[in-house]
Nanobody
Framework: QLQLVESGGGLVQPGGSLRLSCAAS????????IGWFRQAPGKEREGVSC????????YYTDSVKDRFTISRDNAKNTVYLEMNSLKPEDAAVYYC????????????????????WGQGTQVTVSS
């Protein structure tokens, strides 16, 4: 069974950076789509960025394009989310998720029937 553990969240000032990590264990991430979702208080869960290990294609929601970068370290079975130029509206609990989907966009935009989730890591953006 795939287990996902996030780390790297914390408090950062607006304009700052954080790197989230999602370490997978129990099985390989090969042929899966791995993504980052976030949920702020009172808001719906949002697909932030997803990457397909099958074709390497990634998806970003519009609000994070050119600021966030998703990447994968195959040797470490880990996926990262580099977040730059953070804004207060980026504050949320960030979750790592993985599943079998046709494309990275499918998982991030549809966002349902995702079998594997991490426990979440809090990102706070405040001065």
């Amino acid at each position: 069974q795939l287990q996902l553990v996030e780390s790297g969240g914390g408090l950062v000032q607006p304009g700052g950076s954080l790197r989230l990590s999602c370490a997978a264990s129990g099985m390989s991430l090969d042929d899966l789509v791995i993504g980052w979702f976030r949920q702020a208080p009172g808001k719906e869960r949002e697909g932030v960025s997803c990457i397909s290990t099958r074709d390497g294609r990634w998806y970003y929601t519009d609000s994070v394009k050119d600021r966030f970068t998703i990447s994968r370290d195959n040797a470490k079975n880990t996926v990262y989310l580099e977040m730059n130029s953070l804004k207060p509206e980026d504050a949320a609990v960030y979750y790592c998720a993985a599943g079998v989907f046709g494309t990275s966009q499918d998982m991030c935009v549809i966002g349902t029937d995702i079998p594997s989730w991490g426990q979440g890591t809090q990102v706070t953006v405040s001065s």
